[in-house]
């Protein structure tokens, strides 16, 4: 299955476009979708070495070229507390599908690698992100927070990683409060705010929680369109910096940051990328953008620097 390459997913990004990934994790099951940015490659499953202790949904570790690599069921994470629609009980209690005939996709965000035991990766799908929607309710809750419908008019989910990273993995929120708890104090400007554009619940904790600690105050927008909606509304007098994600529905962060830096009457705001595609091409095309920086979403000291840069209070050299 072909990838795309950073020149044909820098040209996406600059037409606000995305490519997903679409796969099921079970037989004639609802369809998932993952952002093409994300994935390194698919692979055919293969033997997992015993993680003991950890969440059912971790089935183990996958070595891949004398790398090691976690792997997570993701029918056991999505479908926990659910029942498959159209799918026989026992059957997918049982998992009788051999194996041999599944995938796993290796996915990089965050700074981590991860595996992804899937059914079958089917094809990949462009769309601009004006067609991705939010839904009013999920049978997978929380578990996916964006969809969108494939050609023949199917519902795609596309599935919350970051969320499903913080849950399964709780040694990596730990990690985060000890590093949120460890930042020193500074002083802010309390006559500025941070606008954020964030579609995740669980990366929209992380960010604010360090806010938080610094009392700065936000405002914050769950896709990039609502966010430079509000900006032409009412100005930018009182905003002191911009942090967006890339990944959101309607407007991508790439779009916010065109946006504004296109805009004589907002160019002048700093706009800083909070995101967990990490990988170069992203951070160089978001600075060619001329976004003042870019950041991975769990990274509360990054966080706790780009606030010091640009809302801290300055002394008054006498």
């Known amino acids: 299955m072909a990838m795309t390459t950073v020149d044909d997913r820098t040209k996406l990004t600059l037409r606000n476009q995305v490519e997903l990934l679409c796969f099921r994790v079970l037989p004639n099951s609802t369809r998932f979708a993952i952002n093409v940015f994300k994935v390194r490659e698919a692979v055919k499953f293969r033997a997992l070495t015993d993680l003991p202790e950890m969440d059912e949904a971790i089935k183990g570790l996958l070595t891949l070229r004398k790398e090691i690599i976690p ?4 029918k056991e994470w999505l479908y926990r507390g659910v029942k498959p629609q159209g799918v026989d009980s026992m059957v997918f209690k049982l998992a009788d599908t051999d194996p041999k005939d599944t995938q796993i ?15 079958r990766a089917d094809y990949i799908m462009r769309r601009n992100w004006d ?7 999920s049978e997978f809750g929380n578990k996916t927070n964006n969809y969108t419908k494939n050609d023949e008019g199917e519902i795609v989910y596309v599935v919350d990683v970051e969320g499903m990273l913080a849950e399964l993995f709780p040694m990596v929120e730990a990690q985060r409060h000890e590093e949120t708890a460890s930042l020193s104090h500074i002083d802010v400007r ?11 619940k669980s990366a929209l904790k992380a960010l604010t929680q360090v806010l ?26 009182d905003v002191g910096l911009v942090i967006t994600d890339l990944e959101m529905p309607e407007a991508s962060g790439f779009t916010v940051i065109k946006e504004l830096k296109n805009n004589p009457k907002t160019s002048r705001v700093p706009v800083i990328v ?5 990988g170069e091409s992203n951070m160089q095309m978001a600075k060619n953008l001329n976004a003042e920086g870019f950041m991975g979403k769990t990274d509360p000291a990054a966080i706790a620097r780009y606030v ?11």
Request: net charge negative; aromatic share 10%; glycine share 4%.
């Open 105 to 119: 996709i290796v996915c990089e965000f965050d700074n981590i690698t991860i595996g992804l035991w899937v059914y």
């Open 212 to 237: 938080d600690r610094f009392s700065v105050r936000y405002t914050w927008f769950d896709n990039g369109r609502k966010l430079l909606d509000h900006v032409a509304q009412n100005g930018i007098d």
């Open 190 to 200: 309390h006559d500025l705010q941070v606008l954020i554009a964030e579609d995740s």
């Open 274 to 278: 909070n995101s967990s595609m990490t």
């Open 71 to 74: 792997v997570v069921d993701l």
């Open 308 to 318: 010091q840069q640009y809302l801290h209070i300055k002394e008054v050299v006498k």
């Open 131 to 137: 067609q991705i929607r939010v839904p009013v309710s």
